[in-house]
């Protein structure tokens, strides 16, 4: 089964950005749907973006609309996450999967938005 590891989280400042990476252990053409998920701390797991196996993005969360963009490259196994404009309630550990999500969570991204 393809794993999923996810990188590029970090510590930024309001305003900041970062780019998170999702890399997979091999092919993620046959996954019709990946997306970015987030969990903030108490808070319940929540979808950021997905994205189609042909690059369509038809929803953002409300919260990162205009600020966060998903990209997917087949070739190279990976699905990114560009995060702008950074706010501090955009703190939460960031993970990805499959829509729905029936794959095995990997351990995600931490990334901490400081005001």
């Known amino acids: 089964q393809v794993q999923l590891v996810e990188s590029g989280g970090g510590l930024v400042q309001a305003g900041g950005s970062l780019r998170l990476s999702c890399a997979a252990s091999g092919s993620i053409f046959s996954i019709v749907v990946m997306g970015w998920y987030r969990q903030a701390p108490g808070k319940q797991r929540e979808l950021v973006a997905p994205?189609?196996?042909?690059?369509?993005?038809?929803y953002y969360a409300d919260s990162v609309k205009g600020r966060f963009t998903i990209s997917r490259d087949n070739a190279k196994n990976t699905v990114n996450l560009q995060m702008n404009s950074l706010k501090p309630e955009d703190t939460a550990v960031y993970y990805c999967?499959?829509?729905?999500?029936?794959?095995?969570w990997g351990q995600g991204t931490q990334v901490t938005v400081s005001s």
């Open positions: 999967n499959e829509l729905p999500a029936t794959r095995t």
């Open positions: 994205i189609t196996r042909g690059g369509s993005v038809n």
